[in-house]
């Protein structure tokens, strides 16, 4: 592998701490919420990123990620290749547990492995949290559902897997957490995964709206960033 990046081109200093969401759209929204004179870090490829000071008067970088497991594993290694060393992915997620909500937080303490990518970089069946960025997390906001998640690389799965997973004890299934356990333990990097309910998958669907989706957009994106200035 090159040991500069191929995808990321950098236009704007990168931090050690960095918000990681799936959506470009999301990584501009927190940017202009989140971020004093946010600077454009990267914009190749469509992966729309970002580069600012933080409440704390130190840089944070927000840089998304895409969707699946294969784009996320290519910005989040380019981001270690360049020095990020704290990353919080905010993204959102399908809930299996029929208890939660649409706009409900999860703190992943788990990731059941479902996907290609992280199989692939060494992950087994289960892939475990690096413990302290997400107790930190964690601490944060105290009212976070947390336990397990599972990550898949299907968003339009008709496989029928959902009662199983939730019968492994899975609260939710997104697509990238895996990867970014794996790589983080790969790398000695510290990572955590706070995920919004946009979608009920059991008992039945339904699917958050757009208003609620950004309140609960700039909730996730606060909570991260309070986790990372402690």
């Not at 989140?34 to 130190?58: I, S, V």
């Not at 290694?77 to 706009?103: F, H, Q, S």
């Not at 990238?176 to 990572?191: D, G, H, P, R, Y």
Request: contains cysteine.
């Amino acid at each position: 592998m090159s040991a500069e990046p191929i995808h990321l081109r950098p236009t704007a200093p990168l931090a050690e701490r960095v918000l990681l969401p799936g959506d470009p759209g999301r990584a501009l929204l927190l940017a202009q919420a989140l971020l004093h004179e946010p600077r454009m870090f990267n914009h190749h490829r469509g992966l729309w990123g970002y580069t600012g000071t933080a409440a704390d008067q130190e840089p944070l970088t927000i840089q998304s990620t895409g969707m699946g497991g294969p784009s996320a594993a290519i910005v989040i290694t380019e981001l270690a290749m360049l020095g990020a060393r704290r990353l919080i992915r905010v993204g959102t997620c399908g809930a299996l547990d029929p208890t939660l909500e649409l706009g409900d937080l999860i703190l992943a303490r788990a990731a059941i492995a479902n996907d290609g990518t992280s199989q692939a970089l060494g992950a087994g069946r289960r892939v475990e949290a690096p413990g302290g960025l997400t107790d930190e997390v964690g601490a944060t906001e105290t009212t976070l559902h947390q336990g397990p998640i599972v990550s898949t690389d299907l968003f339009y799965d008709n496989t029928g897997q959902e009662h199983h997973w939730a019968a492994e004890g899975a609260l939710a299934i997104e697509m990238e957490t895996a990867t970014l356990f794996t790589i983080a333990k790969n790398k000695q990097l510290q990572a955590a995964s706070l995920l919004i309910v946009t979608d009920l998958v059991l008992p039945t669907r339904r699917r958050i709206s757009t208003d609620a989706l950004t309140d609960a957009e700039h909730r996730v994106g606060e909570i991260a960033t309070t986790a990372l200035l402690r």
